[in-house]
């Protein structure tokens, strides 16, 4: 049996129109498959760097406990200097008056 030639050309049409919108949806498809895997790598790169940087923070934060000691350290080194001075500066002073006492002695006897 013969369609008549109007149907027939509006069934190719229709599967012609079929197959474009097909075509788009794969095209559609295959485009949001290669924005996904671009997010993907993304995210793998922002993990990568967050490691990064949280490795490179837990080394800063060890050395600033190493740098807060090693001031700790000066600064108790520096008060026990400060100590000693203060006490060389005492005992200096009490060697001038005892000088100064014999000299005065000395004085009085001459």
Request: glycine letters at 0%; hydrophobic letters at 45%.
């Amino acid at each position: 049996m013969n369609l008549p030639a109007g149907p027939l050309i509006l069934a190719r049409r229709k599967t012609k129109e079929a197959t474009n919108e097909q075509t788009r949806a794969e095209e559609a498809q295959h485009f949001l498959q290669v924005q996904v895997l671009q997010l993907h790598r993304q995210v793998k790169d922002n993990f990568e760097a967050a490691l990064a940087l949280q490795a490179e923070v837990t080394q800063l934060r060890e050395q600033a406990k190493v740098d807060r000691q090693e001031r700790e350290r000066i600064f108790f080194v520096a008060a026990e200097c400060k100590l000693m001075l203060q006490a060389e500066v005492f005992l200096s002073h009490k060697r001038v008056q005892a000088l100064q006492a014999e000299v005065l002695q000395q004085s009085e006897q001459v």
